[in-house]
Nanobody, 124 residues
């Protein structure tokens, strides 16, 4: 099992940047693919980005491609989401999630472990 905790959320101005982190417990974090999802008020949870177990493969939602970067440091049991050129539409609770696979998917139901989420608000 793995336990996940997000950190680094907060308020940012439109056009600004923010980096959120996902810290994981357990000694086998490198066995898990990790994803980021987000959920805005009144909307369904949506895929943001995913990274493979050793970081060699990443992919993104079209809405964040070119602005967000997912990375990981398995020695620190941490996955990062660097967000640049942020827009008010990026406002949401951001969740880190993991699955015991080489690479995850864009579907929330394919992931087994979730963090509690961190709120990110982009002010216009």
């Amino acid at each position: 099992q793995v336990q996940l905790v997000e950190s680094g959320g907060g308020l940012v101005q439109a056009g600004g940047s923010l980096r959120v982190s996902c810290g994981a417990s357990g000694r086998t974090f490198s066995a898990y693919a990790v994803g980021w999802f987000r959920q805005a008020p009144g909307k369904e949870r949506e895929f943001v980005a995913a990274i493979s177990r050793y970081g060699g493969t990443t992919y993104y939602a079209d809405s964040v491609k070119g602005r967000f970067t997912i990375s990981r440091d398995n020695a620190k049991n941490t996955v990062y989401l660097q967000m640049n050129s942020m827009e008010p539409e990026d406002t949401a609770v951001y969740y880190c999630t993991a699955v015991l696979r080489v690479i995850g998917s864009r579907l929330a139901q394919d992931y087994d472990y979730w963090g509690p989420g961190t709120q990110i608000t982009v002010a216009s």
